[in-house]
C-alpha cells in the first residue's frame, strides 16, 4: 500500500556492460547495513531466468530470534498490484471484460461509477479518493473489514477529480478491481490468484497474505527507533490485490521474468500493460537508469517496503524486500545494481546518531504545517524518540545528525527546526517547504 514517503526513483549514472560482477563487494553491501543495524530483509538478482545472487539480512522473527533466509517470506504492498492488473487483462483477453467495462456494472452506488471504467482504475485516473490517506484509515487498518465495510467507506468519499483527469495513484481503485476478479471469476482473490498467476508459473513461495505466521517462514516486519520494535500488521482483508500478497525476491523475479516473456498475456495485451500515460502503465511504472529503463513496481505496507524490476534488454530482474529499514532501501538497491554493472561505487560509512536529552527533544513537538503543504506534520516524542507523523499515515522516526537537524534517512526526509521562531523547514526529492508550528 503506497505510504507518504515510498521509494524514490533511480539515480542517473553512467552504465557500462553487465559483466561478471564483484561479489565480494556486493556481499560487503548487505554486511555493512546489518553489521551497523541499519536494514533486515532479502534480495535477489536473476538473469535469463536464473539466480546469480541472493542475500538475506537480519531477522524475520526477532523475539523468537530467527534469521531471515532465502526462502523468507515478506508482504510485499502494492508490488501485488501488478499481478491483479495482470489478472484483469487475462479476463479481457477472454472476453469476460472489456479496457471501457464500467465500475457501474459491478458497483452502480459509488460516485462516477457510470463514468470509471477498467482503464481508468488500472491506470490510477479513475478520480476515486485513496481511502488509505483518510484519517480514521489508522484506527481500522488493523481490524476485518468486509466487502461491504470497504464499499461503505469507497462511497463516503467525494471523487478527487473526474474520471480521465488527471492520474493520482489511489488504492481504491486496486481493492476494487479485486473485487471485479472476485465477481467476474465467482472465486476468491487467492483462489484467482493461485489459478491464474501461481500454479502456471510454479509460484513456491507466493500466496494471499492472512495473519503472519513465523511457522511458514513469514517475516514481521519492524520499525526502528532507539532499537528495533514490532510495527503495525494491516489486515489483509483490507488491501486485497492492492496490497497483500506474500512472496519472496526469487518468486518475484521469476513472476516479472515470465510476464516480460509472454507466459502471462498476449503480446499485444502487455503492450498495452506497459504503455505509459503520465507515467503510469497498467500495474507498472518504469524506472529510469540513466540509459536504462526498467519496469516493475515498489510497495510499503506496516514496516515493509519492496522494489521489484525487470531489465528486458539483459533479461534482467531484481528484488529487494525489506522488513525493517533504518536506511533508505532505494540507495540499498543503487549501490547493488551499481555494483552489478561494474560502476565506482564506495560503500556507505554509518556515523552514530547524535544523542539529544529528552528535554530538549520535547521543544521540537507540535503540529507543523502551511496552506501549501498538503498535509499536517505532528512531530511527538515516544519512547526517548522524535518522531514524526502526516495526516493519516504511519509514525517514522526521527535521527538527530546536527544541532536542531534531523533526518529520516529511509525516504530521504531532513527537517530543520528554529524552535524559538515556531518553524521548522522540510527537505525531500530535492523540495524545500517552511513549515509553521501551531498554537
Known sequence: MKKLFTFLAFICVSIVGAQEF??????????????????????????????????????????????????????????????????????????????????????????????????DMLRHQSGLFNFTNEEAYLDYMEEPKSKEDLLAIFKAHEPSFQPGEKNEYSNTNYVLLSFILQDVENNSYAGVLKKRIIEPLELKDTYYGGKINSDNAEAFSYQKKKDWKPATETDMSIPMGAGAIVSTPSDLNSFYTALFEGKVLKQETFE?????????????????????????????????????????????AVTYISNGTDFSPNEIVIGAMSIYWGLDFTLPSFEPAM??????????????????????LEIFVEDGTLMGQGTGQ??????????????????????????????????????????????
Open 272 to 316: 498495452q500493460m506497459k504503455t505509459f500515460k503520465n507515467g503510469y502503465g497498467m500495474g507498472l511504472f518504469n524506472f529510469p537508469f540513466n540509459d536504462k529503463t526498467l519496469y516493475g513496481h515498489t510497495g510499503g505496507i506496516d514496516g515493509f517496503n519492496s522494489m521489484s524490476a525487470y531489465y528486458p534488454e539483459e533479461d534482467l
Open 22 to 119: 564483484d561479489v565480494q563487494k556486493m556481499d560487503s553491501l548487505f554486511e555493512a547495513v546489518e553489521e551497523n543495524n541499519k536494514g533486515m530483509g532479502s534480495f535477489a538478482i536473476h538473469k535469463n531466468g536464473k539466480p546469480v545472487y541472493t542475500k538475506s539480512i537480519g531477522y524475520a522473527n526477532m523475539s523468537k530470534n530467527i534469521k531471515s533466509h532465502v526462502r523468507t517470506k515478506y508482504r510485499i504492498g502494492s508490488i501485488s498490484k501488478t499481478f491483479t492488473a495482470a489478472m484483469i487483462l487475462q479476463l479481457v483477453e477472454e472476453g469476460k471484460l472489456s479496457l471501457d467495462t464500467k465500475l457501474s456494472e459491478f458497483y452502480p452506488s459509488l460516485p462516477n461509477s457510470e463514468k470509471i471504467s477498467i482503464e
Open 394 to 439: 504511519p509514525s517514522f522516526p526521527l535521527e538527530a545528525y546536527d544541532e536542531n537537524k534531523f533526518q529520516f534517512t529511509r525516504a530521504g526526509l531532513k527537517l530543520e527546526f528554529e524552535p524559538e521562531a515556531d518553524k521548522m523547514i522540510l527537505m525531500q526529492g530535492g523540495g524545500t517547504h517552511e513549515l509553521t508550528r501551531e498554537e
Open 355 to 376: 544523542e539529544v536529552p529528552e528535554e530538549k527533544l520535547q521543544e521540537y513537538t507540535g503540529t507543523y504545517g502551511n496552506e501549501t503543504f498538503p498535509l499536517k
